[in-house]
């Protein structure tokens, strides 16, 4: 390691918010206790207003991420996982599936194939922190498994041209963070799930699942030959339960989160849909990619260019400024520091990933403050190289 001669100047102006967590991630600009007020708290969800509330969750999901008509939405117990593992456990075993892994969660589904579905036909494709895998290695005659944005490597699928339109099996893929950051190709897509802390900011409490008219055709015509767990099960006999997805969750949901999610669907709503959505967050990258971009200390965790997530940005030191034994201390005291001084709050890797940073750009951060955060970590940095 370099010693310093002079640390650069502290910056003056602070981030005004120093929540930059990839998730629960930061509420929607303004966003006040006050956008609780209405929630049908001490009510049943399944009164008629309950009911009422909980379709207004699924419509305006649909109406900001344009899913299709034909397509229909479930909230699903347990956040993101809930979402992902429902459709693991009754959607897949018909077929072989191919899996695709590169970060701590795409990793999870695979434990799900591997060791407790156990299926047989199986090929597992996992890369690196860093690295995206061979996708040209699925086949379309199988279903897939794969996670959009890892959220945990940095790393991001560039597009879905690997998936054909007339694949036969199903493509079943983990958006939560995803969805409301980028636009999803639901021609692509029979199985998608996310949850409502991630893209939104919202409270985590249930996942939503959004299945395709071949995804809802298999459930009625396939029964896995493992057991499904109750708050999985969206078949009665061979016949959707199609109360589910009309708001009539299996289990009791949080209406205050519920609310919350509402309240941050009605701003996405307000500022332009997906649209908006997208610009946001885009612009957010923009602001780390050009300060990234020749940076002398720092570089992508992610590879190649192509691939870098613009979503949960993760970038780590270059070998050349500090050595790899010395990168996670460096790491872990720059972020104690620049959270102690308010200016940045969990902007480390995630405990399973490479000594890094990780900074949410989704669209409920300002690009403001991303602007106001980078000289801080190069004034913090300015201690070390
Ligand atoms: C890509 C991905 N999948 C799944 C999850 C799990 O989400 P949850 O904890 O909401 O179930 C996360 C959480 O960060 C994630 O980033």
Not at 319 to 338: N, P, R
Request: with cysteine; proline share 6%.
């Amino acid at each position: 390691m370099k010693t310093i001669a002079v640390p650069i100047k502290q910056p003056f102006q602070k981030p005004q918010s120093p929540l930059f967590g990839s998730g629960p991630t930061k509420k929607f600009p303004d966003w006040t206790w006050g956008h609780l007020d209405n929630a049908l708290l001490g009510r049943s969800h399944r009164s008629v207003e309950g009911n009422k509330r909980l379709q207004e969750v699924t419509d305006l999901t649909r109406t900001i991420l344009e899913v299709p008509e034909s397509y229909q939405i479930a909230i699903m117990a347990g956040s993101a996982t809930g979402a992902i593992e429902a459709a693991l456990w009754t959607l897949l075993g018909s077929r072989g599936v191919d899996v695709f892994a590169w970060d701590v969660f795409g990793k999870l589904w695979v434990t799900d194939v591997v060791q407790q579905l156990a299926i047989q036909d199986r090929r597992i494709f996992e890369a690196d922190f860093g690295e995206l895998p061979d996708l040209s290695q699925y086949n379309p005659q199988r279903d897939v498994v794969f996670t959009w944005n890892g959220t945990s490597a940095g790393v991001c699928v560039p597009n879905l041209d690997w998936i054909p339109e007339n694949r036969e099996g199903l493509s079943i893929c983990d958006a939560t963070s995803s969805a409301f950051t980028l636009p999803l190709e639901w021609n692509k897509l029979d199985v998608t799930a996310f949850s409502w802390q991630k893209g939104l900011g919202s409270e985590a409490a249930h996942g939503m699942l959004v299945l395709s008219p071949r995804a809802l055709d298999q459930l009625q015509h396939y029964t896995p030959s493992w057991p499904i767990p109750r708050l999985f099960r969206l078949t009665k006999g061979k016949q959707l339960i199609d109360g589910i997805f009309i708001g009539k969750t299996i289990n009791t949901p949080s209406m205050l989160c519920a609310e919350d999610y509402l309240a941050a669907l009605s701003w996405a709503k307000e500022i332009g849909g997906q649209k908006a959505l997208t610009t946001r967050t885009l612009s957010n990258f923009k602001v780390l990619d050009v300060w990234l971009d020749n940076h002398p200390h720092l570089e992508y965790l992610a590879t190649d260019k192509a691939t870098t997530s613009p979503i949960s940005v993760c970038f780590k030191l270059k070998e050349s400024t500090v050595s790899k034994a010395q990168q996670a201390e460096i790491i872990q005291k720059i972020c104690l520091q620049l959270a102690e001084l308010g200016v940045a709050l969990e902007i480390k890797n995630h405990y399973l990933a490479p000594a890094s940073f990780r900074i949410w750009c989704g669209p409920t951060v300002e690009a403001e403050d991303l602007e106001r955060l980078t000289p801080w970590i190069d004034w913090a940095l300015s201690y070390f190289v």
